[in-house]
Every structure is written in C-alpha cells, then in structure tokens.
C-alpha cells in the first residue's frame, strides 16, 4: 500500500531551525509537495520537489531524495507566525495526491 | 484572480440526513478535487473532477459522489450521514496546465453530524 509517514508533533524555539522529516512509499513518484495549514485554515502551498536535491525559498528550503523516499522540510529563523501543521504530499503514477497526517509544529518563545 | 471558495462554511446536520457542499474553483482550472480531513487522519482523498469527468476517486463508499459542471464548479454529496462523517471537507482546484500541478484549496466547510 501506499504510505507517508512524518511525525505527529515537533516543538521548537523562536529565532532557531527546525527539521520536519517526511518518508514515503507510494506507486510511482511525480513529485512532492510541503503544505502548510494554520489552525482552522486551509493548506497553502510551501514548495515542490520533483528532483533530487535541495530547494531554497527565504526561510524556508525543501530536499527531496527519491532513492531513500525521503524528504524534509527545514524552516530557519522560526517566528510564532510558524506555529502550524505542516503537511507532506506525494503525487503517485495516477497524479493522485497521497498526505501524510501532518506534523504539528509548535513553536515556543 | 479569486481564490477557491466553498459554502457552506458551517453546517449541522443529524445522522440518516444527506447533505451536498459546493466549490467553486480559481477561475481557469479545470480540476477540482475534494478532501476529508479529520484530527490525526490527514487529508483523505475523495475524488477528483476534471472537465465534468471523475478522474480519481478514494476509498470512500459510495454514500459520497460528486460532480462538476460545465463551468468547473462543483458539488460534494454525502447521503445517509454518519456520525464518523464529521469532518473537514477541503476543495482543491488547480491548473493542469501547470508543471508541478500545484493545488490551491479553498477555506473548506466544516460539517458537524450529531
């Protein structure tokens, strides 16, 4: 079957870095993508990762490596604003996306 | 360009009834897929609609069906309600058009069934 696995809860400190981990098993791979959802709001779109390697947007940067089905997310400079669940997706060979259940980020001052 | 909008954003309802929610996507895409999301569940997919055909569908009993019309807007139908319904159900649209197949989601509606 297909699987995404990443941790339920991580807590952090304001102003450090944090690493959110994303392993996956899925039918086929077109890519990965990192969302975030606020409290009570709707997901919004972090980064995509289809290619091997590392992917850098502010603070926030994304790595991808598809031979160890593993990805992680690493969010630098953290700000209260970050407190949120952060979401793992794989798009599988039907384009269908496949979601982890989140990981809840808690970020502490 | 309008965000992805769904109504109702609240809705209360007992089990036995049937409820429909609908979407309305970004304006020019053509597909529109529809989640359940439930504490410590993830995002579940239900299915997918592109130019008026389900594309995809989930592991969902057949309790849940859906369409899409000519213009992209689409609605969710749920008959029979169960308690185990209650749930956050998100619309997706996106541009298939685009590469990296992006999806926008709209702020979702929350249904209660008591």
């Known amino acids: 079957g297909q699987n995404i696995d990443q941790p339920t809860e991580m807590t952090a400190t304001e102003g450090a870095i944090v690493q959110i981990n994303c392993t996956y098993q899925t039918s086929g791979f077109n890519g990965l993508f990192w969302y975030q959802q606020h409290a009570g709001e709707a997901p919004t779109f972090l980064s995509y990762n289809v290619l091997d390697g590392l992917e850098e947007k502010g603070r926030f940067s994304s790595f991808l490596s598809r031979s160890k089905g593993y990805s992680y997310l690493l969010l630098k400079e953290l700000q209260m604003k970050d407190s949120a669940s952060y979401l793992c997706a794989v798009m599988d060979s039907n384009y269908q996306l496949i979601w982890g259940a989140g990981t809840k980020l808690i970020i502490k001052p | 360009k309008a965000g992805v909008t769904q109504t109702p954003r609240y809705l209360i309802k007992t089990r036995g009834q049937q409820v429909t929610l609908s979407c309305s996507p970004i304006s020019g895409h053509r597909s529109v897929s529809w989640y359940q999301q439930t504490p410590g569940q993830g995002l579940q997919f239900l299915f997918e609609?592109?130019?008026?055909?389900?594309?995809n569908k989930g592991n969902f009993p057949g309790r849940f069906s859906g369409r899409q019309f000519s213009n992209s807007r689409s609605e969710m139908n749920v008959s029979t309600l169960e308690l185990g319904d209650s749930a956050l159900y998100l619309c997706a649209s996106r541009d298939s058009r685009e590469i990296q197949e992006t999806q926008y989601f709209g702020p979702g509606t929350r249904l209660l069934v008591l």
């Open positions: 609609y592109f130019s008026e055909t389900q594309r």
